[in-house]
C-alpha cells in the first residue's frame, strides 16, 4: 500500500530538474567567444561558465517558485519572468559571493564547484567571478547570426511551458485538500467518481474523500482510516481497512476487492491512487503548517 505516496512527489521533481534545452540562447554567450576563440579562450571560457551557474541557477529559481505556488493559472510564464528579472540577477551574483560554491544543476550526475572548475583552467577564480564580462548583453550576441533561432527558441520554450503547466495542473490535484468549489472542480477533474460492480451486482464508489459499498450503511471517509492491508485465505482476497470515527473504537472494513470490475480500470489501484492522494494532501498541509517539523 506504499507505493501511491512517491507519485505526487515524482512530478514535483520532474519539474524541478526540467531539461534546459529551451535556454534562452542570447542571454548565455557573447559573440566574441565564438568569432574570436575558435580553440577556446580560457578567459571566455570561464565568463562562460559563470553565466550558465547563474542562468541554472535563477530558472530554478524561478521555476520551483512557480511550481511551489497553490493556485490554478492559465498560464506560468517561465521564459518571460526569466528573461526579465535574469539580468539583475546576474549582476547581484557579480557583485555577491553566491556564486562561488555553487554547482550547474544536473539530474544525471555532478560536477565540481564552480570555484574549482574555474581555476582548473589556469584562471583567478574571483577575478572571473567579479568580472563585468559575464553580464548578459542585449546587443553583441551571436543570436541574431543563426538562422532561424528564434522560432527555434520559441518552439522549444512552447513546448516547456506546455509540459511545465500541465506537471503544475496535475500537481495541485494532489495538494488540495480540496475546499471551496473552483478546487473541488480541480480535483475531480483528475480523479473523478467511479463505479465498480460485483456480479451479484454490487457496488463500490470511490471517489476523492471516500469509498462507499452499495452494502454499507455509512461510506467509509479516507479521513478515518488509520490502516489498511491485504488478507489472502482460502483463495479469497481482502482488502482490509482498519477506521476510528471521533470518540469511538477502532473498526474493521473488509472488501473483496478482486470481485469488483469496471472497464478500464482496476479497483485496487484505483482505491491506492485515490486514498493515495488523500494522504499527500493532508502530509502536505502539515507541513505548510509546520515546516521547521
Known sequence: MRRFLGLSFALAATAAIAPFASAHFRLLEPASWIEENNLGDPQKLGEALVKIAAYCRYRQKVQSSLFEREENVETMDVSERIEKGFPDFMTACVKGDDLAESNIPHPFDTHPPLVRRIENLGLDSQAILK?????????????????????IEAGQW????????????????????PEGESEIKHVLKYFPELQFTTR????????????????????????????????????????????????????????????????????????????????????????????AA
Not at 548578459?136 to 550576441?141: C, E, K, N, Q, R
Not at 551571436?142 to 528564434?150: L, T
Not at 509540459?163 to 503544475?168: E, M, N, P
Open 131 to 151: 568580472s563585468q564580462q559575464t553580464l548578459p548583453a542585449a546587443s553583441d550576441s551571436w543570436f541574431s547570426a543563426i538562422e532561424g533561432a528564434a522560432s
Open 158 to 177: 512552447k513546448a516547456f511551458e506546455e509540459s511545465f503547466h500541465k506537471a503544475h495542473q496535475e500537481s495541485l490535484a494532489w495538494r488540495f485538500k
Open 200 to 291: 451479484k451486482g454490487i457496488t463500490a464508489t470511490v471517489n476523492y474523500e471516500n469509498l462507499r459499498l452499495s452494502d454499507w450503511e455509512t461510506p467509509l471517509l479516507f479521513s478515518t482510516i488509520m490502516k489498511c492491508r491485504l488478507e489472502e485465505s482460502l483463495g479469497r482476497h481482502k482488502l482490509v481497512i482498519d477506521y476510528a470515527l471521533e470518540g469511538q473504537k477502532k473498526q474493521t472494513r473488509k472488501v473483496s476487492y478482486k470481485d469488483f470490475k469496471r472497464d478500464g480500470a482496476d479497483f485496487l489501484k484505483t482505491f491506492e491512487k485515490y486514498y493515495g492522494r488523500h494522504i499527500t494532501a493532508k502530509k502536505h498541509h502539515a507541513q505548510k503548517a509546520n515546516p
